[in-house]
């Protein structure tokens, strides 16, 4: 094939990409348009009886003298007691106006909000007591972390390495089981570092 007629040809191939891509770009960004107007027009909901969480104070084991850092994750904590949390991980702000109504977006952006803060100071915390040591209060954190749906990966991967060095083969498959069940795109790497535990555990001979 001569030169002049191959770049002729891949000159025509790249404006056909570009008008196809231009197309469904448009007819995305149309999509979305069209879904915000519908978004912006649902009515206020009541939102009094969503899963809101509680936290546990006293079954987390707060110090009332604990160093640094933890004392820090702990005030964090602490902070958060009168306010409302929601794990609305996942969710757009399209999706959240569509269900609720777009008059409750800010308070729920509000509750998700202190669920970031809560879920990032208890595997914070987690983390902070396994690596002093304390094995007890280190799984009792982690795991509340787990049952509020965190998706903050050391959360799930500090709780997995716990549970590998105590021979807790079946507690790391329940982590990969609600592992699954998230709605963030961290999933797949907290499941991809979840198994290769696993796969650690199998490479332990047994005593």
């Given at each position: 094939?001569?030169?002049?007629?191959?770049?002729?040809?891949?000159?025509?191939?790249?404006?056909?990409?570009?008008?196809?891509?231009?197309?469904?770009?448009?007819?995305?960004?149309?999509?979305?348009?069209?879904?915000?107007?519908?978004?912006?027009?649902?009515?206020?909901?009541?939102?009094?009886?969503?899963?809101?969480?509680?936290?546990?104070?006293?079954?987390?084991?707060?110090?009332?003298?604990?160093?640094?850092?933890?004392?820090?994750?702990?005030?964090?904590?602490?902070?958060?007691?009168?306010?409302?949390?929601?794990?609305?991980?996942?969710?757009?702000?399209?999706?959240?106006?569509?269900?609720?109504?777009?008059?409750?977006?800010?308070?729920?952006?509000?509750?998700?909000?202190?669920?970031?803060?809560?879920?990032?100071?208890?595997?914070?915390?987690?983390?902070?007591?396994?690596?002093?040591?304390?094995?007890?209060?280190?799984?009792?954190?982690?795991?509340?972390?787990?049952?509020?749906?965190?998706?903050?990966?050391?959360?799930?991967?500090?709780?997995?390495?716990?549970?590998?060095?105590?021979?807790?083969?079946?507690?790391i498959y329940d982590l990969i089981d609600?592992?699954?069940?998230?709605?963030?795109?961290?999933?797949?790497?907290?499941?991809?570092?979840?198994?290769?535990?696993?796969?650690?555990?199998?490479?332990?001979?047994?005593?």
């Amino acid at each position: 094939m001569p030169l002049f007629a191959f770049f002729v040809i891949f000159a025509l191939w790249s404006m056909y990409e570009i008008r196809r891509s231009t197309a469904a770009g448009r007819k995305k960004s149309e999509e979305f348009w069209k879904q915000e107007r519908e978004a912006d027009n649902v009515r206020k909901q009541d939102i009094s009886n969503l899963d809101y969480i509680s936290i546990p104070f006293d079954k987390l084991p707060f110090n009332d003298s604990p160093e640094l850092p933890a004392r820090t994750y702990q005030d964090n904590i602490l902070k958060l007691k009168d306010k409302k949390i929601l794990n609305l991980t996942g969710y757009t702000n399209t999706e959240l106006k569509l269900q609720y109504g777009a008059a409750n977006l800010e308070a729920l952006t509000e509750y998700d909000t202190n669920f970031t803060k809560l879920a990032s100071n208890i595997a914070r915390w987690g983390q902070n007591l396994y690596e002093s040591g304390n094995l007890k209060d280190a799984i009792t954190v982690l795991e509340y972390g787990i049952h509020i749906g965190t998706d903050v990966s050391s959360n799930y991967l500090t709780l997995g390495q716990i549970y590998l060095n105590q021979d807790r083969t079946d507690s790391i498959y329940d982590l990969i089981d609600q592992a699954g069940d998230l709605r963030t795109l961290m999933k797949d790497s907290i499941l991809k570092h979840l198994r290769e535990l696993l796969e650690q555990d199998s490479d332990i001979p047994n005593s």
